[in-house]
């Protein structure tokens, strides 16, 4: 797979952080725990923390052990260590990925979540929902914008040197 | 790079046979790997479904305990059906040769075989008969190899001392006979430890061992000053037998680690040891038991690096 950038306006991820938390903080409760989906939903989550509640826990989840795709593309991925510092049992999660597209890294995900124990609701937000191939039933409850793209592109998070996010177009070939 | 037979076409990895020849970016993909594994003992459901479906066929034979198991466990953790064959106890022994055994074994589906044996290179002689969609994980062969024994040993080192280029780590015991040992070596050389220190009797070692890239010392208290990790060989006894060693009191004496050894290393200085352990012949129980001994978490961590290299293995 080989990938070209090209220019391309999309929305500022820092904007669209920004309005998710808006949107996500009425929702909050005691029993509410962020959780990010390597890579870039983990970016996403530690910008939206101290926007929701500095004091809220908050982890990170690889879901490279839960992929559908394995048999197909191995185990390539740089594999992160999942952090859930906190009781998944009975908590409010809210889920955080930069791209919401096929909707199987969700569905990963949840899988992976309740190898930790029973959530009492799972919530899923996500910076950008990405219209027009979902392949499982699975739905944001929190979206920064939606988009959609040519079948060949996509878009990507990502995180500059200088620590600044921002969103790119990508062809797929 | 020169040709491989535990690589595939791309470089990516085919078995794992031996360290030896494996470049640093392998190693560090598979630490890097058993870094994410190590969490899954923490889920409530320690289990993933990457190998779901798999047959892996724990071929052993020569008996092992540690090993066998952490591979079983290891193998199930990764969702995949496990079958432990204790080969000296059947067909061997009614005169079946080993690649029969491995060819009927293919025939049931195998899709990945560990591999333990007393003859040095058998793993390999597998790997090259196997079709190509099976996969072999060399469990020990002889004096040659125990690939994720040592795998392991780094990835505790990297565990507690962080990082591998400003470490001084000493290897003590019967070198002569030990497969771990060659293991270590090869992957702390490959990993960039700059000095690796071997501390033993001649007779221990093997002729030409500096030119694995590693120092001699004959003297505990030389060998172990200013070392950041003291790793303790089980000392066989079936060599005492072989009048290379007077006696274990003897050995005890002089290479035994105890507390007064210990402490020519640096005092933040990590004990480990590949097991069985001989207590009061290489190693004094009270530093087998002491805060600086990590053999236990060795045997935690084996588990994670053998999910790594089966899951690795199988997606390649």
């Known amino acids: 797979?080989?990938?070209?950038?090209?220019?391309?306006?999309?929305?500022?991820?820092?904007?669209?952080?920004?309005?998710?938390?808006?949107?996500?903080?009425?929702?909050?409760?005691?029993?509410?725990?962020?959780?990010?989906?390597?890579?870039?939903?983990?970016?996403a989550a530690e910008r939206l923390h101290p926007l929701l509640n500095a004091a809220m826990?908050?982890?990170?989840?690889?879901?490279?052990?839960?992929?559908?795709?394995?048999?197909?593309?191995?185990l390539h991925a740089q594999v992160k260590p999942t952090r859930l510092p906190f009781e998944v049992e009975g908590r409010d999660i809210l889920l955080v990925d930069d791209v919401l597209y096929t909707g199987r890294s969700v569905r990963a995900a949840m899988n992976a979540l309740f190898d930790y124990g029973r959530p009492a609701k799972i919530r899923l937000a996500v910076l950008i929902d990405l219209v027009g191939d979902r392949q499982l039933p699975i739905a944001a409850d929190f979206v920064g914008a939606a988009l959609s793209v040519p079948s060949h592109q996509h878009i990507h998070l990502i995180r500059g040197e200088d620590g600044n996010l921002s969103l790119k177009l990508v062809d797929i070939s | 790079m020169s040709f491989n037979p535990q690589l595939n076409a791309d470089g990516s990895l085919r078995h794992l046979l031996t360290i030896d020849g494996l470049p640093r970016?392998?190693?560090?993909?598979?630490?890097?790997?058993?870094?994410?594994?190590?969490?899954?003992n923490e889920q409530e459901v320690k289990k993933v479904p990457l190998l779901r479906g798999k047959a892996i066929f724990n071929l052993f034979f020569e008996p092992s305990t540690r090993t066998r198991t952490t591979f079983e466990i290891a193998a199930k953790r990764l969702s995949a059906d496990v079958i432990n064959l204790n080969i000296s106890a059947s067909s061997q022994s009614k005169g079946e040769t080993l690649l029969d055994t491995v060819d009927n074994l293919a025939a049931m589906q195998a899709d990945m075989f560990v591999v333990r044996h007393a003859q040095s290179g058998a793993a390999h002689m597998i790997a090259r008969h196997v079709a190509p969609h099976i996969h072999v994980v060399n469990a020990g062969d002889g004096r040659h190899a125990h690939p994720t024994q040592g795998l392991l040993d780094m990835l505790t080192i990297r565990k507690y001392k962080g990082e591998f280029h400003n470490l001084c780590v000493a290897i003590v015991g019967d070198v002569l006979h030990s497969r771990v040992a060659r293991s270590q070596i090869h992957a702390l050389t490959t990993l960039g430890v700059p000095e690796v220190?071997?501390?033993?009797?001649?007779?221990?070692?093997?002729?030409?061992?500096?030119?694995?890239?590693?120092?001699?010392?004959?003297?505990?208290?030389?060998?172990?000053?200013?070392?950041?990790?003291?790793?303790?060989?089980?000392?066989?006894?079936?060599?005492?037998?072989?009048?290379?060693?007077?006696?274990?009191?003897?050995?005890?004496?002089?290479?035994?680690?105890?507390?007064?050894?210990?402490?020519?290393?640096?005092?933040?200085?990590i004990v480990m040891h590949p097991g069985p352990m001989n207590r009061g012949v290489e190693i004094d129980s009270t530093v087998a038991d002491g805060k600086q001994s990590v053999i236990l978490p060795q045997v935690t961590y084996g588990i994670a690096v053998r999910m790594a290299v089966m899951s690795l293995l199988a997606g390649n």
Do not use: C
């Open chain 1, 1 to 43: 797979m080989t990938m070209s950038f090209i220019n391309h306006s999309l929305p500022g991820a820092d904007a669209l952080i920004d309005q998710l938390a808006v949107a996500i903080r009425p929702s909050l409760t005691d029993n509410t725990v962020l959780v990010g989906m390597h890579t870039g939903g983990v970016w």
């Open chain 1, 57 to 74: 826990p908050h982890g990170s989840l690889d879901i490279s052990f839960y992929r559908d795709d394995f048999e197909q593309i191995g």
């Open chain 2, 25 to 40: 970016a392998i190693l560090t993909h598979i630490l890097d790997t058993a870094d994410g594994f190590i969490t899954i």
């Open chain 2, 197 to 269: 220190r071997v501390i033993a009797p001649k007779t221990l070692l093997p002729t030409g061992v500096e030119q694995m890239g590693v120092q001699v010392y004959y003297d505990m208290a030389l060998g172990l000053r200013n070392v950041d990790v003291v790793i303790i060989l089980r000392l066989q006894n079936e060599r005492m037998r072989g009048a290379l060693l007077p006696s274990a009191q003897e050995y005890f004496k002089y290479y035994g680690l105890t507390p007064e050894k210990l402490s020519y290393a640096r005092a933040d200085a």
